[in-house]
């Protein structure tokens, strides 16, 4: 197990390269892409149940979990050993390339229905959008929640709330979720599936 002294050096390093103008590739990015699109799907927009869409995700978020991944703090039999295989300027590249593409599309349950409408009411409790930004398409380090996939906008609360997620910004997460019940958690994922 990684120590998180050692961990938090490794980002601060991986992190302060990309600052001193280390100019990351979208081209490139999109040819490493091309090893994750059996699961994340073309332009990065996910078929496949509990998978992620990444497209139009934060460039910066890309880049942490990844990093995440690679160490090992974040656990998943799939991703580790393809984010272990990932360079720095890979990361990097994916960052730039999926943060550049389109968003998918809302899911189409719509924000019309019952559950959506309870899931809106409930963001604005929580004030999701301090964090995630004023149409919850993400900011820096934070995700992009509209038009993910519901399974996996779900499954991301249920892990926030059970512990199992780590990350940037867990200890909110963490208190976010506390107070919602999996009703809740259904309704919030509802919304943001169906938002543009």
């Known amino acids: 197990m990684i120590r998180p002294s050692i961990l ?16 990351a590739d979208a081209a490139a990015g999109k040819a490493v892409a091309a090893g994750c699109a059996g699961c994340h ?6 078929q496949s149940p509990d998978t992620p869409s990444l497209a139009a995700q934060p460039d910066e978020f890309i880049q942490w979990q990844l990093v995440y991944f690679r160490s090992g703090t974040r656990k998943n039999e799939v991703m580790q050993p393809i984010a272990e295989a990932l360079s720095n300027e890979e990361i990097r590249n994916l960052g730039a390339y999926y943060s550049a593409l389109p968003p998918p599309k809302p899911q189409a349950s719509g924000a019309a229905d019952a559950l959506a409408q309870e899931g809106e009411k409930i963001a604005k409790q929580f004030r999701c959008r301090t964090c ?6 993400g900011k820096k380090v934070t995700a992009r929640l509209a038009g993910q ?15 199992l ?6 200890a909110t997460m963490a208190d976010v979720v506390y107070g919602l019940n999996d009703h ?13």
Request: net charge negative; charged share 25%.
């Open 41 to 46: 799907g073309e332009d990065g927009i996910a």
């Open 165 to 170: 997620r780590i990350g940037v910004g867990v």
């Open 149 to 163: 996939r519901e399974d996996v906008l779900l499954k991301a609360l249920r892990d926030f709330k059970s512990g």
């Open 184 to 196: 809740d958690m259904q309704a919030l994922a509802r919304y943001m599936a169906a938002l543009p």
């Open 8 to 23: 938090f050096v490794t980002l601060v390093l991986f992190f302060a390269g990309s600052e001193r103008g280390v100019a």
């Open 132 to 137: 995630h930004a004023d149409k919850l398409e």
